[in-house]
């Protein structure tokens, strides 16, 4: 089984995709970590805390960054995922107690006990992942993977024309993230903007997955009112569980070797901006830059038949 972390900002789409691995008889899910995002960190521990009692497993959450590290704080989307972080459905709250440990710490700590075998997958801003680089930079030689969803290499944003939310909440930590020397793979708006899920889908999961299932269909009805609203799709895009896709079958993606920079200030923050490592540019921001795995093509029906596999 494939050992994972998840970094998370529960969030709708970060339940569908913790509840898709927790399923999954591949992936061992080590612990959950959260971060701000789509709603403030200490609400995210504890919708965390309650997707696990609600999936029956005893798994660790540690809790995370409540900021970013310099840029302006965005206001958490209520919006998007509602105030609860599960479209507004008031789901009776876990009374579970989070890991003592940050949520960095337990990174690091997991990383040294299963040296090469962990993958670090992060549904949120990548704050956890910058801090736990600066606790000990040497995890960069002990990570199986990071998969991170967020950013778009040719895609537009989802914030603003350029940015997509996981970076610009924080793009200081995405700039480290992606400088740092550890195999990073980026699923961004290029791929999950061609996975959307439907309510079909979403009612055969309802119908096969007992309480998790009625869960994650009275949480997702919000979402899909923001889609219809926002962009007239009957269904949403397949954000965070496209990297848990990407973990269990990776040949579902098309994916290309790029140097990455984020835009860290000004008008396009929160920018991933691509470049080929062949390419020669006249300035120094894109030498001695880790090459980045971005995923730019996608078979959506099978991603879409493996999510429905794994909720059968
Ligand atoms: O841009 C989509 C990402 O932002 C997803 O992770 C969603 O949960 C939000 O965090
Ligand atoms: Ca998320």
Known sequence: MRKIIIDTDPGIDDAMAIMLALKSKELDVLALTTTFGNVAVDLATKNALTLLELADRDIPVAQGV????????????????????????????????????????????????????????????????????????????????????????????????????????????????????????????????????????????????????????????FYFDFYYKTFGIKGCFVHDASTIIYALQPDIFKTEGRVIRVAVEGVGIGQTITAKPEQTFALDFWENRPVTNICLEVDSQRALNLIKSVFS
């Not at 002990?142 to 997509?164: F, Y």
């Not at 009625?214 to 949480?219: P, T």
Request: aromatic share 6%.
């Open 66 to 221: 409540a900021t970013p590290i310099a840029a302006p704080a965005l206001a958490p989307p209520d919006f998007v995922h509602g105030s609860d972080g599960f479209g507004n459905i008031n789901w009776p709250a876990s009374t579970r107690e989070a890991d003592k440990r940050s949520a960095a710490q337990l990174i690091v700590d997991m990383v040294h006990q299963y040296p090469n075998e962990v993958s670090l997958v992060a549904l949120g801003p990548l704050g956890n992942f910058a801090q736990a680089l600066e606790i000990d930079p040497s995890i960069v030689d002990l990570v199986d993977e990071v998969i991170l969803m967020g950013g778009a290499a040719e895609e537009k944003g989802n914030v603003t024309p350029v940015a997509e939310a996981n970076i610009i909440n924080d793009p200081h930590a995405a700039e480290l993230v992606f400088g740092a020397s550890w195999p990073v793979t980026m699923i961004g708006l290029d791929v999950t903007h061609q996975v959307i899920m439907d309510n079909e889908l979403l009612a055969y999961i309802r119908d096969n997955n007992g309480k998790e299932g009625d869960f994650l269909y009275q949480a997702t009805q």
